[in-house]
């Protein structure tokens, strides 16, 4: 029995991108909480990071919903450039397979 390695890669990148949406929006969550007691923070670089790895849809819908890192802005813009380079990269990939 032979499996499909396409369907093997798209099952693990979905998962992928599951699990790190769900880690985006559990460190937004954690570092709103400790903003609000003044606990220990996560630095934004690892913030950042975990938008850039894929998690980019979660972080915007936890800045959005928990109000949180929205007047910082050099932390907005950043998180927005990272959407657009996942949304242009997006684009371009689905351009390419469509060719």
Do not use: C
Not at 4 to 11: Q, S
Not at 42 to 56: D, N, Q, Y
Not at 62 to 72: D, E, G, N, P, W
């Amino acid at each position: 029995m032979q499996t499909d390695p396409t369907g093997t890669v798209l099952i693990a990148t979905g998962g992928y991108l599951v699990v790190i949406n769900i880690l985006a929006w559990l460190a937004f969550s954690y570092d709103k909480d400790q903003s609000r007691i003044h606990g220990w923070r996560i630095p934004e670089r690892r913030l950042l990071l975990l938008a850039l790895l894929g998690g980019w849809p979660a972080a915007k819908l936890a800045q959005h919903r928990l109000r949180h890192k929205t007047r910082k802005q050099p932390f907005a813009h950043r998180l927005n450039m990272i959407v657009m380079a996942w949304v242009l990269w997006l684009i371009l990939m689905t351009a390419m397979k469509v060719m």
